[in-house]
Structure formats: C-alpha cells, structure tokens
C-alpha cells in the first residue's frame, strides 16, 4: 500500500508541474475518441467522416475550451444528419438549441460532462456515468448525464433506421420525420437508461456525502447495484433492448473506476478517526476529523566514490598537523631563549 501512495504523491507531483499539457493531451484523445465514433456510426456524409477530418476537429479543438469541442461535435452530427435528411437536422437541431438553452449557456464549464456521458454509453459501459458523476460531482450533475444520453440515442435511432430516413419523397419525408420525432420522446429503452442514470447518481452522492467510514466504497457499491436494479426490472416490465450483459460488466467497472477514485482523491485513514466537540456562545459543534494518508516520495541518495583520494586528503592534511606542530614547538623554544636573555639582562644591571 505503501508503494501506491509514493506513486500517488509522484504522480501528483508530475501533475503540479505538467497539468497545461497534461489537460491538452487528455482533451486531444477525447476528441480522437469522440470525433471518430461519431463518423463511425454516422458517417453519410464521406468527406466529413474522413480520417483527416476526424484528426483536424481534434486537434483543432484542444487549443480551445471543452464548449467548442460539444459545439464541433453537435455540428458534426447535424452535418451528417442533414446528408441523409433535412427533417432529421431540423429536429435535431431543436433539440440541441434546447440543450443550450437550458444547461450550457449557463455552465459551459461543464460542457465535457455531455460528451463523457455519451461516450460512456458509446462505448456499452453506461453504469459508469452514475457511479463516476455521483462520487465527483453534485446532483447537478444529472443534467448533463441525461443530455449525453438523449444525445447517444438519438444518433442510435438514425443510425438504425438510416434507410427508412433517407427518401425524396415530400410524404416520405412527412412520415420519416414524424416517426424520428416519435421515436425520440417517447422511446422507452432511453427514458428507462435515463431514469437509471438519474437514480444512481442521486443514491451515489447521497451515500458518499454521509459521515460514515468507506462512504466512497459504499456509495460505489450501492449506486451500482441499484442501476443495475432498476435498469433490469424496467428491461422486464417494458420489453426494452437494454443487454444484460452491459448493464453488469458496467456496473462492475464502475466499482472498479470507484474505488481508483477514492484512492486518487479521497483516500483517508478511518483507523485514526477522532470526534471532536466544542461550542461558542450560540451553538454547540460535533466534528468528526478523518486524517488523509500521505505518504512523501522518498528521495535519493547520491553517494560518491572516489578511490583512494580521501586517503591522500588524510595523509596531506596529517602532514600539514605535523607542520604546524613542529612550527608551534621552534616559536616557542625562540620566545623562552629571550625571555631567558631578558632575564640575565636585568640581573646584571
């Protein structure tokens, strides 16, 4: 355990002193990964979905705050959206500008949270989003959990449904956009997915934020077996498509990315808990002081070896004792030879 706090308090350290570069390189993969699934899945238009293009978008928007890489990403499904079906774009449209309207115009500092929890259901680990937003965020959070997961849908239905979508037809059109409409507000695998996604954040936060010991180990826990819960009894009761699979091997790792969490950001010593109390004029106060664990990167010892020249140094300085040794003992064997003449001086006057 030891060994993982020295590299904890290294890696903390190498953060204190890299994080602009550090943020940039994490923010440059995020945009890989994000840019290359969307092309991936809804790639109809061929030169927006192009390697180069995947490339620019992303480093393009590293030298700029997380809202313009959602504001890239957004335009980068309208486009594709828009070369399959111009009714599709118009919806789509819509309902980003509501997104906007309601949560990114007034925290566009939080814009990435939308993007980690789309990819997190891109990527079939969609338990991870309560766990990871319940244990480092407030419930405010559910906001834009819930904005990546009607984002992540309503890419999957176009993608699914690509052939029926794309028409000339103006009835066709009629009909296709209807049906995409419908599909979209009242689908029910996405309103369950973001139910569940709204309770496990709200229990996980509730959970962590309680005074007692391992609150982040329990929380963890608890907010994935209760996604787990209520993304299978609602697969069951409203015949959803929802995998069982995906939903337990992200509930798994979602315990798992909870518990580095805690270990990188909350990691205290309940072995040495102390409840404290005391009181002012008004009120009295109860604490409970839990002592963080760190743990100082030990440093290095640089020894030298330099053969036998710290015998020379001992031998030149021995000699120089002997010097002055012998110097010492002639100064004074002079002083008394006249003090010696001084004296026989003043007795024969």
Same mark, same amino acid.
């Given at each position: 355990?030891?060994?993982?706090?020295?590299?904890?308090?290294?890696?903390?350290?190498?953060?204190?002193?890299?994080?602009?570069?550090?943020?940039?390189?994490?923010?440059?993969?995020?945009?890989?990964?994000?840019?290359?699934?969307?092309?991936?899945?809804?790639?109809?238009?061929?030169?927006?979905?192009?390697?180069?293009?995947?490339?620019?978008?992303?480093?393009?928007?590293?030298?700029?705050?997380?809202?313009?890489?959602?504001?890239?990403?957004?335009?980068?499904?309208?486009?594709?959206?828009?070369?399959?079906?111009?009714?599709?774009?118009?919806?789509?449209?819509?309902?980003?500008l509501i997104m906007y309207i309601f949560y990114f115009r007034f925290t566009p500092k939080k814009a990435w949270l939308v993007?980690?929890?789309?990819? /997190?259901? $891109?990527?079939?680990?969609?338990? +991870?989003?309560?766990? %990871?937003?319940?244990?480092? #965020?407030?419930? *405010?959070?559910? =906001?834009?959990?819930?904005?990546?997961?009607?984002?992540?849908?309503?890419?999957?239905?176009?993608?699914?449904?690509?052939?029926?979508?794309?028409?000339?037809?103006?009835?066709?059109?009629?009909?296709?956009?209807?049906?995409?409409?419908?599909?979209?507000?009242?689908?029910?695998?996405?309103?369950?997915?973001?139910?569940?996604?709204?309770?496990?954040?709200?229990?996980?936060?509730?959970?962590?934020?309680?005074?007692?010991?391992?609150?982040?180990?329990?929380?963890?826990?608890?907010?994935?077996?209760?996604?787990?819960?209520?993304?299978?009894?609602?697969?069951? /009761?409203? $015949?959803?498509?929802?995998?069982? +699979?995906?939903?337990? %091997?992200?509930?798994?790792? #979602?315990?798992? *990315?909870?518990? =580095?969490?805690?270990?990188?950001?909350?990691?205290?010593?309940?072995?040495?808990?102390?409840?404290?109390?005391?009181?002012?004029?008004?009120?009295?106060?109860?604490?409970?002081?839990?002592?963080?664990?760190?743990?100082?990167?030990?440093?290095?010892?640089?020894?030298?070896?330099?053969?036998?020249?710290?015998?020379?140094?001992?031998?030149?300085?021995?000699?120089?004792?002997?010097?002055?040794?012998?110097?010492?003992?002639?100064?004074?064997?002079?002083?008394?030879?006249?003090?010696?003449?001084?004296?026989?001086?003043?007795?024969?006057?």
């Open positions: 355990m030891s060994t993982l706090l020295v590299w904890r308090e290294k890696l903390q350290e190498i953060y204190a002193k890299y994080s602009t570069y550090i943020l940039k390189a994490l923010q440059l993969i995020l945009g890989l990964v994000l840019f290359g699934l969307i092309n991936a899945n809804i790639g109809f238009m061929k030169m927006a979905s192009s390697v180069f293009c995947t490339v620019g978008l992303a480093v393009i928007c590293t030298f700029f705050p997380m809202i313009i890489m959602v504001t890239a990403a957004a335009a980068l499904i309208l486009v594709h959206f828009y070369s399959l079906s111009l009714p599709i774009a118009v919806v789509s449209l819509i309902i980003f993007l980690i929890s789309a990819l /997190a259901f $891109g990527l079939k680990i969609p338990l +991870v989003v309560p766990v %990871v937003f319940g244990l480092m #965020g407030t419930p *405010v959070w559910i =906001v834009p959990a819930c904005c990546g997961v009607i984002a992540y849908y309503m890419v999957d239905f176009v993608k699914d449904s690509a052939a029926a979508l794309r028409s000339t037809d103006a009835d066709a059109l009629f009909n296709s956009l209807m049906s995409f409409t419908r599909q979209v507000l009242t689908s029910r695998e996405m309103w369950l997915m973001a139910a569940t996604v709204v309770v496990g954040i709200l229990v996980v936060n509730l959970v962590r934020t309680r005074a007692v010991d391992h609150a982040w180990k329990i929380a963890s826990a608890a907010g994935a077996v209760v996604s787990v819960i209520i993304a299978a009894a609602g697969n069951m /009761a409203l $015949g959803t498509g929802v995998s069982y +699979v995906s939903i337990a %091997v992200s509930a798994c790792l #979602g315990i798992l *990315v909870g518990l =580095v969490l805690e270990f990188l950001f909350f990691s205290v010593d309940y072995s040495r808990t102390e409840n404290i109390q005391f009181e002012d004029d008004e009120y009295y106060y109860y604490v409970k002081a839990v002592p963080k664990v760190g743990v100082s990167a030990p440093e290095k010892e640089v020894k030298r070896i330099t053969g036998n020249k710290p015998q020379k140094q001992e031998d030149h300085s021995s000699d120089e004792n002997a010097n002055t040794n012998t110097e010492d003992i002639l100064l004074t064997r002079s002083l008394s030879k006249e003090l010696g003449l001084d004296q026989e001086k003043g007795k024969t006057e």
